[in-house]
């Protein structure tokens, strides 16, 4: 019991609230919170359903994470330094889908969309590989399911209470709000605690291919493919119902 209170404990787990806060916030904000302002302004379904498009960046972000493994940034550490800009990118990004008029830019508004949505996807990518550096096995468990709590606190966040704020406020109101509560983020990853020196790939090759093999000759990787592809199945069909 000591030692489980004591995970709880630990700074290193406790960031993990804001981390997974960051990670939670941007995503309703290029998705159903603003597909809902969206709908209120009057755009056509048409139009909406095109800019559920801007979500292939989580699909592609695949592509880019080798970079941001093989590069680093000159202030905060390896991964810190990439989770402090793309929140910042995120605060900015968020702050000017709240100037545009979706009903008579929506073109400059799926532009701004898919700026949160790109940095979005980057965040997600850095988070996961800084609580893989800086959480011991024995903080694992309990790092990860607080990442996860701060992650659905800010999905309610972004969704549930923003939808019920735009009943007293404007919608760019709502979200300059929402902008702003990124920047408290970027404070908690200023003093989250520097992982332990991991040595990056040595080139561009190897940051793209040595993650793959690693991969997949461990004994069951296609099995754990398989059950994530088929454990998320239900959400996506649910989601598209929805």
């Known amino acids: ?3 489980f209170l004591g995970a709880f404990r ?4 406790f960031v993990m609230i804001g981390m997974g806060f960051a990670s939670g916030l941007p995503l309703a ?3 159903s919170t603003l597909g809902t302002w969206m709908t209120k302004a009057g755009v056509n379904l048409k139009t909406i359903g095109l800019f559920s498009a801007v979500g292939l960046a989580y699909s592609f972000k695949i592509l880019w994470a080798p970079l941001l493994d093989r590069f680093s940034l000159p202030f905060l550490g390896r991964r810190r330094g ?6 910042l990118g995120l605060a900015l990004g968020i702050w000017a889908t709240s100037t545009v008029d979706p009903r008579s830019a929506p073109m400059a508004m799926a532009a701004a ?3 949160v949505a790109l940095f979005s996807a980057s965040q997600d990518i850095v ?5 893989t550096d800086v959480l011991p096995p024995e903080e694992r468990a309990s790092g990860t399911s607080t990442f996860v709590l701060g992650y659905r606190i800010a999905m309610l966040v972004s969704g549930a209470a923003a939808l019920a704020l735009s009943d007293y406020l404007a919608w760019p109101t709502v979200f300059k709000i929402m902008a702003l509560l990124m920047l408290p983020m970027i404070v ?3 003093h989250a605690p520097e992982p332990e020196a991991v040595r990056p790939p040595r080139t561009l090759t190897d940051a793209f291919t040595k ?3 690693d991969f997949f000759a461990r004994k069951g990787a296609g099995v754990g493919i398989a059950f994530i592809m088929l454990y998320k199945l239900g959400d996506f069909v649910a989601s598209g119902m929805i």
């Open 1 to 3: 019991m000591g030692a």
């Open 10 to 13: 630990s700074k290193r787990v």
């Open 82 to 87: 990439w989770i402090a800009l793309t929140q």
């Open 188 to 190: 908690i990853t200023w």
């Open 127 to 131: 988070s996961d590989a800084y609580r």
């Open 211 to 213: 993650p793959f093999l």
């Open 29 to 31: 904000m290029s998705g």
């Open 113 to 115: 969309a898919l700026v």
